[in-house]
Nanobody, 126 residues
Framework: QVQLVESGGGLVQAGGSLRLSCAAS????????MGWFRQAPGKERKFVGS????????YYPDSVKGRFTISRDNAKNTVYLQMNSLKPEDTAVYYC???????????????????WGQGTQVTVSS
């Protein structure tokens, strides 16, 4: 089992920045990849990015590429999502997720991940 706890959400003006954290505990040594997703009211959960735990390979969808950066601190078992140049359409609940399977072809899909955090709200005002 892996437990995930997100933090760092809040209200920010358009153009501003925010950094989310995801602290992992439990059987973290077997984690292969950590992902970030977001979900706006009435919409499906969407991929924001992912990072492999051991070698730090990161992937992003075009919607956030160049604005969002994922990093990890293995010593703290924590993954970060740095969000810059925020837009009102970035408003959503942000979730981190983890999985132990060692393949990359489906990293952008929510069903790929076994463990999920409770989410943290990010609101971007115009």
């Amino acid at each position: 089992q892996v437990q995930l706890v997100e933090s760092g959400g809040g209200l920010v003006q358009a153009g501003g920045s925010l950094r989310l954290s995801c602290a992992a505990s439990g059987r973290t040594f077997s984690t292969y990849v950590m992902g970030w997703f977001r979900q706006a009211p009435g919409k499906e959960r969407k991929f924001v990015g992912s990072i492999t735990w051991t070698d730090g390979r990161a992937y992003y969808p075009d919607s956030v590429k160049g604005r969002f950066t994922i990093s990890r601190d293995n010593a703290k078992n924590t993954v970060y999502l740095q969000m810059n140049s925020l837009k009102p359409e970035d408003t959503a609940v942000y979730y981190c997720a983890a999985d132990q399977r060692t393949h990359d072809y489906d990293l952008g899909y929510p069903w790929r991940y076994e463990y999920w955090g409770q989410g943290t709200q990010v609101t971007v005002s115009s």
